[in-house]
């Protein structure tokens, strides 16, 4: 596989991956974290990535939670 179709393939999950890592990485320079925390960032970003690389839609459905609190508590009624 060459590195352009890698990047078409799995995009996402190396740019997100790759920046909870550097801000892992940089905090622990900064100060000091316990290694779950760093690992915990590296697998939020994968995750992040993971659901860009998959055209998955938003983790909460905002639009409609919006629309059911609206009708919830119309003002005015």
Known sequence: ????EIWTVYGGRL?????????????L??????MLVVALL???GYGI???KDRR?????PWG???ARLME??????
């Open 42 to 44: 590296t697998l939020l």
């Open 1 to 4: 596989m060459k590195w352009s």
């Open 56 to 60: 998955a839609g938003p983790l909460l």
């Open 72 to 77: 919830r508590w119309r003002p005015f009624r």
């Open 64 to 66: 409609e939670l919006r």
């Open 29 to 34: 320079a900064v100060g000091f974290w316990h």
């Open 49 to 51: 990535g993971s659901r």
């Open 15 to 27: 740019a997100w991956t790759a920046a909870g890592l550097f801000f892992g990485l940089l905090y």
